[in-house]
């Protein structure tokens, strides 16, 4: 840990702990319900292994998450009562950055995997049919390597697959990475979206339908969204 504030403000404490490269993004994702290493590491693809596990170190150390053992070389990270009231903090930060921060996004900030992956696990599938359901994902700008997603939901389970996983395509979604990280992010409506023509859909009228309710958007960039008809800007 670097050199602290030397301030007795529980506001400099909290900073020198939370205020790290990278750490509030590893609450963010144990928050999302990323349990093991793996699986902060597709939250956090730019983060390095090193560091990730460093940043780990230092929240169980200050007794932010605990890590327990489940197996011989799994380990599992969960939130402690000191993690878990960090969960307002974060809602409150993504919301203020929703408002006043991630309107115009860069290039660099957009990331096929990592909008795939976030995709992957908050897609409701509730409303889906309770058969086998493949949505197929075609980034259109994406590198070759990460421009075929496909979504499997079966049982109100979804499964993220990068390799075709071998049946049928029931709804393909085409769309460039800007685009439906717009979606994502609650900047755009799914109906803009098809207008500006930069999202398409192929496949039964029911299961386009369906979209955006099972397309919903991030938690997070939803309560912005959600603040932003509450309190429209400039009130």
């Known amino acids: 840990m670097t050199v602290g504030y030397r301030q007795f403000c ?18 963010r994702e144990l928050i999302a319900g990323s349990r093991h290493f793996n699986e902060l590491r597709r939250g956090l693809p730019r983060m390095s ?19 327990s053992a489940e197996g011989p ?3 599992a990270y969960e939130l402690t009562q000191a993690g878990q009231e960090l969960v307002p903090l974060i809602e409150t930060m993504g919301v203020w950055g929703h408002r006043w ?6 290039d660099d900030d957009l990331d096929a995997g990592l909008l795939m992956w976030d995709i992957g696990r908050g897609v409701d599938s509730s409303v889906l049919p309770e058969r086998r359901v493949v949505i197929e994902v075609e980034l ?7 421009r075929h997603w496909w979504l499997v939901s079966e049982a109100e389970h979804v499964d993220l697959c990068l390799e075709d996983p071998g049946h049928e395509v029931d709804l ?4 460039t990475v800007r685009m439906l990280t717009s979606v994502w992010m609650c900047r755009l409506s799914l109906d803009e979206a098809r207008d500006t023509g930069g999202l398409t859909l192929s496949g039964p009228e029911r299961l386009k339908r369906l979209m955006p309710r099972w397309l919903i958007g ?18």
Do not use: F, N, Y
Request: glycine fraction near 4%; hydrophobic fraction near 45%; include cysteine.
């Open 10 to 27: 529980p506001v400099a404490k909290a900073a020198e702990l939370l205020c790290e490269r990278w750490t509030l993004l590893v609450a």
């Open 49 to 67: 292994p090193t560091l990730l596990s460093t940043r780990l170190s230092q929240l169980v150390a200050s007794g932010v998450i605990r890590r």
């Open 73 to 75: 070389m799994q380990h």
């Open 101 to 106: 921060v991630s309107k115009h996004l860069h």
């Open 140 to 146: 259109t700008d994406a590198p070759r390597d990460r």
């Open 172 to 175: 393909l979604i085409r769309a």
């Open 218 to 235: 991030s938690p997070l960039a939803r309560l912005g969204a959600q603040s932003l008809v509450a309190r429209p800007i400039g009130a």
